[in-house]
């Protein structure tokens, strides 16, 4: 359900401060799950209603930006598309 590499940017406890990381495999997102799927997160995604997705030329966006999904492009010329996967984190 991820599209690696995946993205998460979190912020600093003040706020004042976005740091990305990428996580590249299925292992390392595994490593870090409760630090990238906060309670927060797992709520955004658990309380999305479809009816109240927002939606833009970059993918749907869950709770307040929490989680990003898009299609996947199945190959390089992006002819056919594989699945929506998660392609951003915001915890």
Same mark, same amino acid.
């Given at each position: ?6 993205? !998460? ?12 990381? &990428?996580?590249?495999?299925? +292992? +390392? !997102?595994?490593?870090?799950? /409760?630090? #990238? &799927?906060?309670? %927060?997160?797992?709520? @955004? #995604?658990? /309380?999305?209603?479809? /009816?109240?997705? &927002?939606?833009?030329?970059?993918? +749907?966006? &869950? ?12 190959? %390089?010329?992006? +002819?056919?598309?594989? @699945? !929506?996967? #998660?392609?951003? !984190?915001?915890?």
């Amino acid at each position: 359900m991820i599209s690696y590499p995946l993205r !998460v940017t979190a912020s600093n406890a003040a706020g004042t401060y976005r740091r990305s990381r &990428f996580y590249r495999t299925p +292992a +390392a !997102v595994r490593a870090h799950y /409760d630090r #990238i &799927f906060t309670p %927060q997160v797992r709520r @955004a #995604i658990l /309380d999305q209603r479809y /009816d109240q997705l &927002f939606v833009n030329s970059h993918g +749907a966006m &869950f709770g307040n930006g929490e989680v990003w999904v898009s299609e996947i492009c199945a190959d %390089q010329r992006c +002819a056919t598309t594989s @699945a !929506v996967k #998660i392609i951003t !984190v915001n915890p």
